[in-house]
Structure formats: C-alpha cells, structure tokens
C-alpha cells in the first residue's frame, strides 16, 4: 500500500479475500497448506483464463491475468525442477507399487501433498501416465 502499487494492491486484496472466503465458508482459520491450496487454485484459474483469453485473441486481458498469477505465484513455495519432479514420480510409483494407468489414483494421492503449490497438477497427472504408460 505505502509504495502506491495499485496493480499489486488489487491481487493482494484478491489473495486475502479468497482466503477470508474460504475462512468463513468452512468456519475455520486456514492453517499454511490450506492457504497453499487456495492459491494453487487461484494459479490454475489464472493459467486457464489465460489460454482463454488467447484463443479470443484478448491480449490486454490475457496480460493482466499473466500478471496477477506472477504476484500469485510469489506467495507459494519455490517450483519443482523436471529433476526433482521426476525424481517424486519415479519414487511414489515404485512406493505405491504402481503398475499401470489404474494405479494413477493411489500414485497422485501420494504426491499432492509434497508438490501441492510446487507444481502444475495437471502436468504432473500427464508425466505419470507417460511413466506408467511405458512397458
């Protein structure tokens, strides 16, 4: 606020009143990995609008959401490198004793936790597949 930031401002306020929402919705005080959650889901909104705003040919408006998932993505723990990404998969489907596409629930049951905020979901559900898709 003391910067005069308005842009910066106005994702921040979005930030606190989804968390306040949520607050009220469950009658609940979020601990960390809750708040993880909301903002991992304010993430996957922005990344989705911007693929539609790009499609629509909405620049303008697809800037502004790249924008706000920017400030977004600052409030979450660091992202995973493809290195340690795959190191998880690799571990949770040998720990699950995952051997086909099936299994694919119990292997992403296992990871969400560890890479909630960390990682794209639905990049991660696509890399196990290609994993257990493999002979």
Do not use: H
């Not at 003391?2 to 968390?19: E, H, P, Q």
């Not at 790009?54 to 723990?77: H, V």
């Amino acid at each position: 606020m003391k910067s005069g930031d308005k842009s910066r401002l106005g994702v921040i306020r979005l930030i606190s009143a989804a968390i306040k929402q949520r607050e009220v919705d469950e009658r609940v005080a979020l601990d960390d990995e809750q708040v993880i959650t909301v903002l991992d889901k304010m993430c996957k909104q922005r990344r989705e609008s911007i693929e539609q705003y790009e499609k629509a040919n909405r620049d303008d408006l697809a800037q502004q959401e790249a924008f706000e998932l920017e400030i977004i993505k600052s409030y979450l723990p660091a992202e995973l490198t493809a290195e340690e990404l795959t190191k998880l998969i690799t571990e949770a489907i040998s720990v699950n004793n995952a051997s086909s596409i099936r299994d694919m629930g119990t292997v992403m049951a296992y990871l969400k936790p560890e890479i909630q905020g960390r990682a794209d979901l639905a990049k991660v559900s696509q890399q196990i597949k290609a994993l257990l898709n493999t002979p």
